[in-house]
């Protein structure tokens, strides 16, 4: 199974990059036997992967990665690179080829430490590999330092490194990065496309993946999680009961305390999870014993990972909240489809009564209205506004319409 099946909906960014490992390979073969290179390359140092959330930017990365990495024999008769099975491409795929660096932050930014890492590891040759490959998944949460210090790498690689960013737009990338990566942009894929692929590869239930796919409006992260995770399906079956709970005051502050609540909740779960395993590694790393005093010096380096942990809690917080934010947006969304008769297909249907009823409560204009508190109470928690108060705001303003 190529590497390009794994891109949803994705056909023409999967025989772009397709035709560059291609040359690629044909570059590093005329290098491994002096022969003339091609005399023209789709093949360069530096791309930048953009499209909306749940597109597969980072899924395109790794395929290409994967691609680049490819040693499977077909090659020398004629085969596409990105074979899927051969070792250079399971070992990129799943994370762990020696020359494939995948990075991805569970905290709110790149900091300029972590990125001058980056940069000298893409100063090596391939150690075992063809390429020496770095996908960035993040490149959006890099600080303007961070930025700055990559672009250096960027303007100036190494002969044998491929830098592959991943953001949800240009604007999201320094201006002077970006200018010097090859942009490809990727589509939200079709519902049908992901439900398809849901049954395919993780053998789901046709009707349950068709309805994760909708829900879910093409995000296939999303919607594999939808489809996979009860509490997934509760949680979000209970924000959409939340525009039926803010008749008054008193509702309003109760809905988003809930809305709090959850999300200190799936916090504490990671807390568990994740915390207490990084902080026995650290103890044991350190010498320290399980419940025993930790040794001198140590002090720094626990209150570092305290403060990662924190941040971590911060984020996974934000990306609770933005998640039931983002299906209470796709609810009046339906809504304002039926108020002015669209043909568009629902995405929770569901909840089609409670759409119905909500049309004929209120108008468009009302409707539009409450999109917009949605909008910027997701702005407000960006700007670190404390998030009860921004969510006590929103229904406040879904009440008023």
């Given amino acids: 199974m190529p590497v390009w099946d794994d891109l949803v909906g994705q056909e023409r960014v999967a025989a772009q990059l397709d035709a560059a490992a291609r040359d690629a390979d044909a570059l590093v073969t005329a290098n491994a036997t002096n022969a003339p290179p091609p005399e023209a390359s789709r093949m360069t140092h530096a791309w930048l992967f953009t499209g909306p959330p749940g597109a597969g930017r980072a899924t395109a990365a790794r395929a290409f990665a994967a691609a680049l990495q490819c040693v499977s024999p077909d090659r020398a008769l004629g085969g596409a690179p ?5 070792d250079g491409c399971h070992t990129s795929l799943v994370g762990t080829h020696a020359d494939v660096e ?72 320094l201006p002077t990065v970006r200018s010097r990566c090859r942009h490809l942009t990727l589509r939200t894929p079709a519902v049908e496309a992901v439900a398809d692929m849901l049954v395919r590869r993780d053998g789901i239930e046709p009707a349950v993946a068709a309805e994760a796919a909708r829900a879910t409006q093409g995000h296939i992260d999303r919607a594999r999680r939808l489809a996979t995770d ?31 609540d959850t999300a200190a909740e799936d916090t504490k779960q990671l807390a568990e999870e994740v915390d207490t395993k990084e902080t026995e590694e650290m103890k044991a790393a350190l010498g320290g014993q399980s419940g025993g005093r930790m040794p001198r010096g140590t002090a720094g380096a626990m209150k570092e990972l ?96």
């Fill in 230 to 260: 009860p509490r997934a399906r509760a949680r979000r079956a209970a924000v959409l009961k939340l525009p039926l709970r803010v008749d008054d005051i008193g509702g309003c502050l109760k809905a988003a305390q809930e809305l709090i």
């Fill in 306 to 401: 305290e403060d990662r942990q924190k941040r971590r809690r911060t984020r996974t917080q934000r990306d609770s909240l933005d998640l039931a934010l983002t299906d209470l947006t796709g609810f009046y969304r339906d809504v304002l489809a039926l108020q002015l008769g669209s043909r568009v297909a629902l995405a929770n249907t569901e909840a089609q009564d409670t759409l119905e009823r909500l049309a004929r409560g209120a108008s468009p204009e009302a409707t539009l209205r409450r999109i917009e508190a949605i909008a910027a109470c997701r702005d407000a928690l960006d700007r670190n506004v404390a998030p009860l108060l921004a969510v006590e705001a929103m229904t406040m303003a879904l009440r008023a319409g």
């Fill in 82 to 86: 990105g074979c899927g099975f051969c």
């Fill in 102 to 173: 995948i990075v991805r932050t569970d905290l709110l930014s790149i900091g300029v430490k972590d990125t001058r890492e980056l940069v000298r590891r893409a100063q090596l040759s391939p150690a075992v590999g063809r390429w020496q490959v770095i996908v960035l998944e993040d490149a959006d949460r890099l600080t303007e330092g961070a930025g700055n210090v990559l672009l250096k790498a960027v303007e100036e690689p190494a002969p044998r490194t491929v830098w592959l960013l991943c953001a949800p737009s240009l604007e999201d990338v």
